[in-house]
């Protein structure tokens, strides 16, 4: 079986969502929560950006140890510097630099030539490769660029050093067979192609995000860029969830593994949801409240019968517990730890206490206590902890 790495930027391109806007504390949560669930590669902040997410590179940096952790540069010395500083005390230090290379990028935005944009990128890989043991380098609006320009550049960042090559969809603008036409052009084209690892990053603008990322997995690509609940601009990132998912429910198709702890997905997608404020929308794919819920009598009798007539995934798999138990006023402490056990929180004894308590207070005011409530009290909790 072929082994793709996943690569989570719900940090960085996820935090880019409007309105969103994580602290330290909140970013460490999330990114311990990412090791938990498997991710290969962490990318935590764009340190150039702000002294404060160049301080929360550094915090992840420095606990991280389970996950490879990353950070985005642009194609400019002093970004390159700021991400070094963040990402020094890793264990591997990683960096993820870009430019981009469409027509419309190069002349509108950077008013480079293609020549002078293949020059900086050259230089600025090398100049990142004598800092870092690990380079990534984006072709930014990879999908709307020339295809023998980008076949070029990414023969030069190649020989320049880069060892991960990303071809992002940046404006959600491929459909799933160009898409994936693009890998095999690239697998075809690129002469030293076989050295790196081509990386996909689909953006949602059209809905295609999934399918998109799923041909270039089926063309080539080792590595698949995305966020949790498909949070980013705009439209947002693919959501890795439910690539895992599909992957893992398709491998009869896909022949495809990972190192994802698919059952700590729920989990991972409460807290991104909680801390940046960002409603899942409950038809979600995977993670939404009703993505296991039955409401039509022909449905609910199958399910009966046989679950496999309606469901094709069970929550078990993403860790949702199925227990039905309702928890409410007359609830005791135990099917409180139980419950709380249950949905994959450790708690010690006096967070354990605190939660019980706001929940006994909910519980008067509420007749019954949804899941998502007690997401919110246990991760409160855990936050404090
Ligand atoms: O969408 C995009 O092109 C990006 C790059 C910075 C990789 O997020
Ligand atoms: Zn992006």
């Given at each position: ?6 690569y989570?930027?719900?940090l960085?391109?996820?935090?880019q ?7 330290t ?17 962490i ?13 929360a ?13 990353t ?10 510097d ?11 230090p ?12 190069m ?28 380079v ?8 709307r ?80 860029e995305?966020?949790i ?9 693919v ?8 992957l ?5 198709f ?6 994802l702890?698919?059952?700590e ?10 801390l ?9 794919a ?6 296991f ?30 227990n ?5 006023k007359?609830s ?18 006096e967070a ?34």
């Open positions: 079986m072929r082994k793709i790495d996943f989570d930027t719900t960085r391109d996820g935090e969502s409007p309105g969103v806007n994580l602290n504390a909140e970013k460490l949560e999330i990114a311990k929560q990412l090791e938990r669930l498997g991710m290969d590669v990318e935590a902040g764009f340190p150039a950006a702000s002294p404060g997410d160049l301080d590179v550094r915090k992840i940096a420095s606990t991280i140890k389970n996950s490879s952790v950070a985005l540069a642009r194609c400019v010395k002093s970004d390159i700021a991400a070094w500083e963040a990402l020094k005390v890793a264990e591997c990683r960096i993820h630099i870009f430019l981009a290379t469409s027509d419309i990028h002349k509108y935005k950077l008013k480079q030539t293609p020549e002078q944009v293949v020059n900086t990128a050259v230089e600025m890989i090398k100049y990142a490769k004598s800092l870092f043991p690990v990534q380098w984006s072709a930014e609006d990879a999908f660029s020339d295809r023998a320009f980008l076949a070029h550049i990414v023969e030069q960042a190649i020989n320049a050093g880069a060892s991960i090559i990303n071809i992002p969809d940046t404006v959600g603008y491929a459909t799933p067979k160009e898409y994936g036409e693009l890998f095999k052009y690239l697998k075809e084209n690129v002469p030293n192609i076989n050295q790196v690892k081509l990386s996909a990053h689909c953006h949602d603008d059209l809905g295609m995000a999934v399918a998109n990322t799923l041909a270039a997995i089926e063309n080539g690509a080792d590595q698949v995305g966020t609940n498909g949070i980013g601009e705009r439209a947002g990132n959501a890795l969830e439910e690539v895992a998912v599909a893992y429910t398709r491998k009869d896909y022949n495809i593994q990972s190192n702890t698919l059952n997905i729920k989990r991972s997608s409460q807290l991104v949801s909680q940046t404020g960002m409603v899942i929308q409950p038809n979600k995977v993670v939404g409240k009703n993505a819920a039955h409401e039509s009598g022909i449905h609910q009798d199958g399910v009966l019968k046989e679950p496999t007539t309606y469901e094709i995934i069970t929550p078990e798999l993403i860790g949702e517990a199925s039905n138990l309702v928890l409410g007359h005791g402490r135990h099917a409180f730890q139980d419950r709380a056990k249950l949905m994959g929180f450790d708690l010690d004894q354990l206490n605190n939660a019980f308590k706001e929940f006994k207070k909910l519980a008067d005011r509420k007749k019954e206590i949804t899941t998502e409530d007690l997401w919110t009290i246990l991760t409160n909790q855990q936050l404090k902890d």
